[in-house]
């Protein structure tokens, strides 16, 4: 079961790039766009052929078309709301985003929920917002309180425009991971993954060379080197992510609705974990608590398994 840590490290790395271009200032949307790209050229060396036009025959091909275009707009929308919202806001939501496969897995593919499932998920939703939670984000908002009390309130238009896109990203993210179990569980033979990859990260390419095309053309927008290769850095190991993952869903006797939380959780406290050794993060004791819970929840479905 070497799939699931591995899906949890390299999307850890992913998190990691992410902080590494704000130091370097590299525009993530240029880099996205690349990062797919190089998606889609990964998928094809790894498998050695390029997807030809009988994969539109394919029962999963308009999943994998779907799953293409909706990663490109996730990923950036969560961009725009970690930069404009919060960070908080952006890790709550889609990590949360686990209680949506997990109730079409129980649902739909009869997976039992047992009491120490539902107390897991329980203790994983508790231990999301805890580890998410950061310090530094109560005493910025308590200091703008002070400076100015006539803004205490946002508008309501603001506040129900920021709900939706909070709102967004959890149910978008919710129904990827749950578009990928459906194709993985109903669809697709283990060979056919990297087709199935390659396919993902070709529509996200397309979906993402489109809205580049138009800031380059009418924005006057340019690529320069650092955001090709931070996109590269990205998009290598962001294949083997998603790869790694399908191997764990088509793992037997393991059941979906665990797999989910498990990586989830497992991506929350090694991306805190790293945020503490590589940035010099301080952690919180609630923090910790959050951290302490998600490692009780992963074994506790680890061991109701």
């Given amino acids: 079961m070497i799939a699931l840590p591995l899906s949890i490290i390299f999307t850890t790395y992913l998190i990691v790039c992410f902080k590494y271009f704000e130091h370097f200032k590299i525009k993530s949307l240029h880099a996205i766009v690349i990062n797919y790209i190089a998606c889609a050229i990964t998928g094809m060396l790894v498998s050695r052929e390029i997807p030809t036009l009988s994969v539109i025959h394919k029962p999963w091909f308009p999943v994998a078309a779907i799953l293409g275009c909706s990663f490109f707009t996730i990923f950036n929308l969560m961009s725009y709301v970690a930069q404009h919202i919060g960070l908080t806001v952006t890790s709550v939501a889609s990590k949360l985003s686990m209680v949506i496969p997990v109730t079409v897995a ?121 955001e090709i290769v931070g996109g590269v850095l990205l998009g290598v190991p962001n294949y083997f992510s998603l790869l790694f993952l399908l191997q764990a869903l088509s793992f037997p006797h393991w059941q979906s609705s665990i797999i989910f939380p498990v990586n989830n959780m497992g991506i929350v406290v090694l991306t805190a974990v790293c945020a503490m050794i590589l940035f010099r993060e301080r952690i919180s004791k609630l923090n910790w608590i959050g951290m302490l819970i998600a490692i009780s929840a992963i074994s506790l479905l680890i061991f109701s398994q």
């Fill in 106 to 226: 129980i649902i739909l593919y009869d997976q039992p929920l047992t009491p120490v499932k539902i107390l897991a998920m329980i203790l994983a939703i508790v231990a999301v917002i805890f580890t998410s939670i950061k310090k530094e984000e109560f005493q910025e908002a308590g200091s703008e309180k002070s400076l100015d009390q006539r803004e205490t309130k946002l508008p309501v238009s603001t506040a129900l425009f920021e709900l939706a896109l909070s709102f967004s990203i959890f149910i978008g993210s919710g129904l990827n991971d749950s578009l990928v179990n459906y194709a993985t569980a109903k669809l697709m033979s283990l060979g056919e993954f990297n087709s199935f990859n390659t396919v993902i990260f070709g529509f996200a390419s397309f979906s993402g060379i489109i809205v580049l095309l138009i800031q380059i053309i009418f924005m006057k927008e340019k690529v320069l080197l650092k």
